[in-house]
């Protein structure tokens, strides 16, 4: 397998959690969807995004090992948590989209 | 004093980031270069399209090796040292370093693997290639003195991320915050992302840095058990082979070659280099190095090396092997060992070289917005912090400010075109690039003293723009080699140095913009209140 596909499947969940976890606080959810969101929505993301960390974490850690997994972990978080911050005033719109697609995408490629 | 303990550690994050931020910057922004020393010595050395050396059988390895050890015998037979590499993928000659005597410098040669000629030096672009980052990175170029000022950085990059933290009133509310285009909020907001999002890798890669050097920065233990003599403490913790001082009774070194096999053999895998201590006295040692394999073990943390092999240099006697991927010295030595292979990103192949690249320019982003916010929030506020001192020292803060960030920037494009236009085959050519990369810098700030501060930057980012832009042009011309035959003959390592050269130049196009629009709003908007705002970065 290429080396490229597991980088991407790790980059693509933690995007996931990380936005997740992003649309579930009112500021940002205002922010992309125009009003702040129901109390069941916003537990359903928190818990989804958590969800989603520790299953990138799993993937992580059965891809590059218990060792180095966790140190690739925290680096896909950082380098997706850049993404989505310095993309979110400029693309707010997308947000949601490039969510379910990293979403959609991750699980693809982790499975594939 | 200040009244509370929010205050007086936002005190502390100022005042004590601030004296070191460009020391930090440089130690960030080199370091995270360094991450690709290998890919960049490959870019300066033109590698790219030197065939692939053909792989040496054990009896053209000895040959080798005998042709060495007949030139530096000749050539020195009293040395404090001799090293010898041996032909590799890397390079297809010998490359012979050797010290006549401590504190001389060190020579060097290289010499055919067959006949054992000299190479002409003509031939080859001698350079310390991406190593110069990482010397940069450690030491400032500056021995004990460098390792030691970086330490003390080091420690206040601590003390900066703990203060930090605690300044931060809403790390989790504004985890995902960054507000553009209102001045001094975006700057905050830029630092604190920047900062926030990637701190597990900064407390990792500042407290990993400075266990590297534990015996350099607490050395009580060595000096008061040892005599300070490292030497002795290494060899006593690692089992190793005792230290041999220097007995000044005249031995000659005997022939190495027959010892490369049974060395090979006990290392399970081929020599890379040979290195002969005090050659031509009873006390030399001759050790061989393995070959580094990338691969073998890569999806360990600990203890990733070569190994080597030692042996009595006048007798021939085998004192010492210590096999590839293994430590020696206990739990607390390998703990280090460990800290060291985190610090190295010695693991995990190119994906993880990656997301070390990107964590690393987060932090000299971080402490580059840090700086740049020290400024702008003083000169909203008209601050006199100095007293009547405030607008020279001021003045001093920004002209450091630019000259410690994208002129740093400026001068590592450069000393990659120094490395291309500076004439083949001059006399230490790799230490002029250096020093050429100094002088790069220093006018960087002699520039940001005599110009004012937002033109300063708009010039120097403008120069680094073009220089990053421009350096697939000064290849193709100097060498010949571009772009698309690297990525045609699907040399990564080539093609990957000038495509995130070019996508830097794209950074600093897109910076020099932003800063040009906003000198244009100065210039034709000059009834805006405010202090100076001519001179002002907001």
């Known amino acids: 397998m290429s080396v490229a596909l597991p980088v991407l499947a790790a980059l693509l969940l933690c995007h996931a959690a990380l936005s997740s976890l992003c649309l579930a606080m009112d500021r940002h959810h205002a922010q992309v969807f125009g009003r702040k969101p129901a109390a069941w929505l916003a537990h359903a993301l928190r818990v989804a995004g958590w969800s989603l960390l520790g299953l990138a974490l799993g993937y992580c850690g059965r891809h590059w090992g218990w060792a180095i997994g966790p140190v690739a972990w925290f680096g896909f978080l950082s380098a997706a948590a850049l993404a989505l911050v310095f993309a979110l005033p400029y693309a707010s719109r997308l947000t949601g989209r490039l969510a379910v697609a990293s979403l959609a995408g991750g699980l693809v490629l982790m499975f594939s | ?538």
């Open chain 2, 1 to 538: 004093m200040k009244s509370t303990f929010r205050q007086s550690m936002a005190w502390l994050h100022t005042w004590g980031g601030l004296w070191l931020t460009w020391v930090l910057f440089a130690i960030f922004l080199t370091g995270t270069l360094g991450v690709f020393d290998d890919a960049i010595s490959h870019w300066m050395r033109d590698k790219g399209r030197a065939e692939a050396a053909p792989a040496l059988d054990a009896e053209a390895r000895a040959g080798a090796l005998r042709a060495a050890q007949a030139f530096l015998a000749r050539e020195a037979p009293q040395a404090e040292f001799w090293s010898i590499g041996l032909p590799g993928e890397e390079d297809p000659a010998l490359q012979l370093f050797w010290q006549r005597d401590e504190g001389q410098p060190v020579e060097n040669r290289r010499l055919d693997p067959v006949s054992g000629e000299v190479l002409p030096r003509s031939q080859v672009r001698e350079t310390e290639g991406g190593h110069h980052f990482v010397h940069m990175h450690f030491e400032f170029h500056a021995g004990k003195a460098g390792i030691w000022l970086v330490g003390i950085a080091t420690l206040a990059m601590l003390v900066a991320l703990v203060s930090g933290i605690v300044v931060h009133k809403k790390i989790f509310t504004d985890f995902f915050t960054f507000r553009p285009g209102k001045g001094q909020r975006s700057w905050l907001d830029g630092h604190n992302a920047l900062g926030v999002l990637t701190l597990p890798f900064l407390f990792m890669i500042t407290y990993t840095g400075l266990i590297i050097f534990w015996a350099t920065y607490m050395p009580a233990g060595i000096l008061a058990r040892y005599d300070g003599d490292r030497e002795a403490f290494f060899s006593a913790l690692t089992e190793g082979p005792a230290p041999r001082p220097e007995q000044h009774v005249a031995a000659t070194v005997l022939p190495m070659s027959p010892l490369l096999p049974v060395a090979e053999q006990a290392l399970a895998r081929e020599a890379a280099f040979v290195v002969v201590n005090h050659a031509g006295d009873r006390s030399a040692a001759i050790r061989v190095f393995g070959r580094f394999d990338p691969d073998a073990d890569s999806d360990r943390l600990v203890g990733r090396s070569s190994g080597r092999v030692q042996f009595d240099a006048v007798s021939g006697e085998l004192l010492d092997v210590q096999r590839p991927n293994t430590t020696r010295g206990g739990e607390v030595l390998a703990v280090q060992r460990t800290m060291n292979a985190l610090h190295f990103v010695r693991f995990g192949g190119y994906p993880l070289k990656w997301l070390y690249f990107i964590s690393g320019m987060a932090g000299a982003a971080m402490l580059a917005t840090g700086a740049i916010l020290f400024v702008v929030k003083r000169r909203r506020r008209g601050d006199e912090a100095f007293g009547a001192a405030t607008p020279r020292v001021m003045r001093v803060i920004e002209a450091l400010n630019v000259a410690g960030i994208v002129g740093l920037g400026l001068s590592c494009v450069a000393y990659l075109w120094i490395n291309r236009l500076l004439p083949l085959g001059i006399d230490a050519r790799a230490a002029w690039e250096i020093r050429l990369f100094f002088a790069v810098w220093l006018l960087s700030l002699l520039h940001a003293g005599l110009r004012p501060p937002l033109r300063a930057w708009s010039e120097q980012l403008l120069a680094a723009a073009l220089l990053c832009l421009g350096l697939p042009l000064v290849n193709a011309l100097s060498t010949g080699d571009h772009l698309l035959a690297a990525l045609l003959r699907d040399d990564w390592e080539s093609a990957g140095v000038e495509l995130t050269v070019l996508a830097f130049g794209i950074l600093f196009v897109l910076a020099w913009r932003r800063l040009r629009a906003r000198l244009h709003a100065v210039a034709v908007a000059p009834l805006i209140p405010g202090p100076d705002r001519g001179g002002a970065l907001t």
